[in-house]
């Protein structure tokens, strides 16, 4: 048992540290409340040089072969600035793992070091449908071949990144009659492609910077080539891949969650009531104690899947319960920093009730918490009886 | 061209110091670490000489200390020194600055270096003394306080900070050593890819005792935090016979109002 980090890890920590508060902080309020997608962009470009858009991806094709264990850490310092930049940057780094998994090497070659060098500011993960959310399994967009391209139609909802994503990666069914799941395949379309339409933009209570978007395939023509993976087996690609964004999920909840408590423990050591401070209050106190407590466990269980991940081992039962405790210690952790503020936790003038809404969506998106609960118990169940 | 650039670890300055248990220095248990930033802005501009000559020049980075001072080593290598020298000292923060300053000169004699930069001082304990110590031992050309650096023919311009935001110029001729200020360019982040590549690069580790044969000349004797302040003056009262106070005190002791 050894739970130092290497020089590497320290460094990349510290590295997204000093790039999220110098660049990042200072323009995440703003981000907000204007919706100004500029000062988001050009970080995202920066971050790219940097090297934080694949951290696990290998060096010939741009990336930083850096493990998932910088990933986590770096997730959490980038959220601890701003989540909608870390959303960007986890779902970029998913989008390129996906591709370097499963990709053929002309499709590596093409797509992932224009991700990894900012040339592309995002990649784009499209799963989701209206009717196939957390059972994603449920989808209707199709592919169909046609010679030597397959024709999409179809609609994905709450697509991140999708306005300024050089390329997506989409499932689509590709064989109506295969038992569920088993008919699904992964596709890589770039932007631009004809028929492939990014639709509106959902406005949403947090993560407001990261744009969140229908997106609709209309005789959406693409060649053969563009097929990943084996046919019919993209459901199963899906599935293996968001574990990995799990992880960056998880991180990037408990860096808001720490966010959230360091800005409220150094207020309650500042603000006065009843004639001293307010951290002088057991009440306050206990939320302090339980706040950072809680976070603690979950940077463990992070760094414990991330640790799996990276020697090669089974980690999707321990990055659902990495995620789905991280997000949901961060939610506590958010509401009792709220609460420390009083009422002015809740305006716009302090950062908190911002980490409060950035906070939310870590519960709901890449699996609902209550979907890594299905997950997890499923992989315990499987051991007994 | 050789160069050497010569780097400290020192605590976050942010941390919470408390003295060690012979009360001669800080205890460096729980604290994080990093590198020194004045000697951020000596790697940094010898980077960019680097970038100015090509593979004419070879970058040596060296600091002395215990293991953890290894990272510090590397992010100089991310950020584009070709090698490192880690002089393995566990007692490195109990030297004195003459003594730093000789292992230094004893590792750089002989070694045909035309260049070194250095930090300052050290944020930690900010004697200023080891560059220039390490320029006389060495018979270096040297100056301090650089706030702009320029090498052309074989000549080093640099530009110095002086009282007052007064400026002044130097002209030097290597071999020559420089001590580096704040102002004096922006440290780059490494990159995560040159992180990783460091683990490549070479580093050499000398023990403390082949270089060292000097005592020290100026021994810390105590090291203690300041006795804590007086929470500075709390107004009482209604907030209107407050806002009359502040008015008052702010009109009595500052120029904020007149
Ligand atoms: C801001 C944002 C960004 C997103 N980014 C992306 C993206 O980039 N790519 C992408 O593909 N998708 C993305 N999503 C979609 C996201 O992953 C889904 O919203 C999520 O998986 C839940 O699906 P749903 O919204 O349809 O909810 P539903 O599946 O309708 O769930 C509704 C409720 O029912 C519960 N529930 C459903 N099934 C079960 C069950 N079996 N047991 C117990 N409870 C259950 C859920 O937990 C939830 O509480 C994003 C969503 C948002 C809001």
């Known amino acids: 048992?050894?739970?130092?980090?290497?020089?590497?890890?320290?460094?990349?920590?510290?590295?997204?540290?000093?790039?999220?508060?110098?660049?990042?902080?200072?323009?995440?309020?703003?981000?907000?409340?204007?919706?100004?997608?500029?000062?988001?962009?050009?970080?995202?470009?920066?971050?790219?040089?940097?090297g934080f858009m694949g951290l696990n991806i290998r060096e010939e094709f741009g990336g930083a072969e850096a493990g998932t264990i910088a990933f986590s850490l770096a997730m959490t310092e980038i959220a601890r600035a701003c989540a909608s930049t870390a959303v960007t940057v986890s779902v970029n780094n998913m989008v390129c793992e996906v591709i370097q998994a499963v990709g053929t090497e002309e499709q590596k070659q093409a797509y992932i070091p224009r991700i990894?060098?900012?040339?592309?500011?995002?990649?784009?993960?499209?799963?989701?449908?209206?009717?196939?959310?957390?059972d994603p399994s449920g989808m209707t967009t199709q592919a169909v071949a046609d010679g030597?391209?397959?024709?999409?139609?179809?609609?994905?909802?709450?697509?991140?990144?999708?306005?300024?994503?050089?390329?997506?990666v989409v499932w689509a069914v590709t064989d109506k009659e295969a038992p569920k799941g088993k008919g699904i395949s992964c596709f890589l379309v770039e932007a631009g492609t004809k028929g492939l339409i990014i639709g509106k933009e959902e406005k949403k209570m947090g993560q407001h910077a990261s744009a969140t978007n229908e997106v609709l395939f209309d005789d959406c023509r693409i060649p053969k080539s563009a097929l990943m993976g084996k046919l019919n087996d993209?459901?199963?690609?899906?599935?293996?891949?968001?574990?990995?964004?799990?992880?960056g999920i998880g991180s990037l909840g408990l860096g808001i969650g720490l966010a959230a408590m360091d800005y409220a423990t150094h207020y309650a050591t500042e603000r006065s009531q009843f004639g001293q401070r307010i951290s002088n209050f057991q009440a306050i106190q206990w939320m302090i104690a339980d706040g950072y407590t809680e976070l603690e466990a979950a940077r463990l269980l992070l760094l414990n899947a991330a640790f799996r991940k990276d020697s090669g081992r089974t980690f999707a039962k321990e990055a659902s319960m990495a995620k789905l405790y991280a997000t949901e210690a961060a939610n506590r952790a958010c509401y009792a920093a709220l609460q420390m503020l009083g009422g002015y936790g809740y305006t716009q003038d302090f950062p908190v009730e911002r980490y409060a809404r950035d906070a939310r969506i870590t519960a709901i998106y890449e699996g609902t918490n209550e979907i890594q609960r299905v997950i997890i118990s499923r992989e315990i169940l499987k051991n007994f009886g | 061209m050789k160069i050497l650039i010569c780097v400290k670890q020192v605590p976050d300055m942010e941390s919470r110091f408390k003295p060690d248990n012979a009360g001669v220095w800080f205890s460096d248990t729980d604290l994080a670490f990093r590198m020194n930033e004045y000697d951020e802005y000596a790697v940094e501009q010898a980077v960019q000489l680097r970038e100015q000559l090509g593979d004419a020049a070879d970058l040596t980075v060296l600091s002395i200390g215990p293991d953890r001072i290894v990272?510090?080593?590397?992010?100089?290598l991310a950020m584009g020194c070709d090698r490192a020298v880690h002089i393995q000292d566990p007692a490195?923060?109990?030297?004195?600055?003459?003594?730093?300053?000789?292992?230094?000169?004893?590792?750089?004699k002989d070694k045909g270096f035309d260049l070194i930069f250095t930090g300052l001082q050290s944020?930690?304990?900010?004697?200023?003394?080891?560059?220039?110590?390490?320029?006389?031992?060495?018979?270096?050309?040297?100056?301090?306080?650089?706030?702009?650096?320029?090498?052309?023919?074989?000549?080093?311009?640099?530009?110095?900070?002086?009282e007052g935001g007064v400026k002044g110029v130097v002209k030097l001729r290597t071999p020559a050593l420089v001590t580096c200020q704040l102002g004096l360019n922006v440290p780059r982040y490494p990159t995560l890819p040159n992180i990783?590549?460091?683990?490549?690069?070479?580093?050499?580790?000398?023990p403390v005792a082949d270089l060292l044969h000097e005592e020290a000349l100026a021994v810390t004797a105590r090291f203690y935090p300041p006795a804590k302040k007086g929470g500075g003056i709390v107004l009482e009262g209604d907030v209107g016979d407050m806002a009359e106070k502040l008015i008052a005190i702010l009109k009595e002791k500052t120029n904020v109002l007149r």
């Not at chain 2, 990783?196 to 000398?206: G, N, Y």
Request: net charge negative; with cysteine; hydrophobic share 45%.
């Open chain 1, 234 to 247: 993209g459901f199963r690609t899906a599935v293996g891949e968001l574990a990995g964004g799990r992880i």
């Open chain 2, 123 to 162: 944020q930690d304990r900010g004697s200023a003394q080891v560059g220039v110590t390490v320029a006389e031992r060495l018979g270096f050309a040297c100056t301090t306080t650089l706030v702009g650096f320029a090498f052309a023919d074989g000549v080093i311009t640099a530009k110095r900070e002086l």
């Open chain 1, 1 to 50: 048992m050894f739970l130092e980090l290497t020089e590497e890890q320290k460094l990349i920590q510290e590295t997204a540290r000093e790039f999220a508060r110098v660049e990042l902080e200072p323009v995440a309020a703003q981000l907000d409340q204007e919706h100004d997608r500029g000062p988001l962009l050009a970080n995202l470009k920066k971050l790219a040089e940097l």
């Open chain 1, 116 to 134: 990894c060098s900012g040339e592309f500011a995002a990649g784009s993960f499209a799963l989701t449908e209206t009717g196939a959310g957390s």
């Open chain 2, 71 to 76: 990272e510090a080593l590397k992010k100089a």
């Open chain 2, 92 to 108: 490195a923060a109990l030297k004195d600055p003459w003594q730093i300053a000789a292992i230094i000169a004893a590792f750089a």
């Open chain 1, 148 to 168: 030597d391209s397959y024709v999409l139609n179809g609609a994905k909802i709450f697509i991140t990144s999708a306005p300024y994503a050089g390329v997506f």
């Open chain 2, 196 to 206: 990783m590549k460091s683990k490549k690069k070479e580093l050499v580790t000398i």
